[in-house]
């Protein structure tokens, strides 16, 4: 029996969007919890956005005996590619090309993101100038791109809530540089802190750069309370979920940084949640 076209591409773009939902549950238990916490047609675009940074990013940090370099250039040309032409066989650019079309996503955004996935594989150290574009690129960037999804196309609710956004993921990417120092800097020999030494790494560094994060997440807080109540209580479980990350890192003396990835049990995340939901009940973000 003959099968409608529509409804072929539409089954297509299911599948597609089940791949990202498969990639974002394997790689990211605690980002798949505050989608979750999103009203039910925010989840989907968000899932999508995830699966094409992850896979991005899996290119730089993962595929080692292969020509990377080669692999982020094809994958920046069908990212492109997908997005003009409405369609990708690669099930991730297709989800992700559903979403930035239908919530008009600036390919500044995209192009910003593309250029700090090339800065890993060239850089090891950065300056100061360095690493504000590599956040930018890497973590600000992108949650920008969920801020265009959670506004519904409200430019003037975007504008006035992007420099808030822009915060939140830069102190989420600087924890993400602390929880990860073992990784980034033995396993990877790069180092995200302009002028740090981490051949010594000391507790008077640790506390300067946990600061800067401070003023970061103090200015994103801010705008999660302004966020539509839609997307504001899933975005607040992944901020408790960092704050309670950040607090454990604080406590961690810096050479056990240095040896070890701090986690947060699945058990922690569970109230973690029941206390989310609470607040976000009662109006008390």
Known sequence: M?????????????????CSKLTTRAYSTSFSLGIRCLEKDLRDPIYAIYGFV?????????FHEHNKA??????????????NNGISLNPILN?????????HFEHELIDQFLKSMEMDLALTTYDQQGIDDYILGSAEVVGLMCLRVFCKG????YLHLKPFAMKLGSAF???????????????????????VDLNNFTEETKKHIEDNIEIDFKAGYEGIKQLPRSARFG???AYIYYVALFEKIKNTPCQLILKNRIRIRNRMKISILAYSYLKHQLNLL
């Open 154 to 157: 409200d430019d003037k609710m």
């Open 95 to 103: 989800s992700f090309q559903n979403t930035a079309n239908a919530f």
């Open 173 to 195: 990417q600087k924890i993400n540089f602390l929880r990860d120092l073992d990784a980034d800097f033995h396993g990877m020999g790069r180092s995200y802190f302009p002028g």
């Open 2 to 18: 003959p099968v409608h076209k529509e409804m072929s591409k539409n089954l297509f773009n299911q599948v597609s969007l089940k």
């Open 235 to 237: 975005v607040y479980v």
């Open 54 to 62: 992850r896979f991005a990013d899996e290119i730089v940090d993962t």
């Open 70 to 83: 080669e692999l982020l250039q094809r994958f920046k040309a069908d990212t492109y590619h997908a997005i």
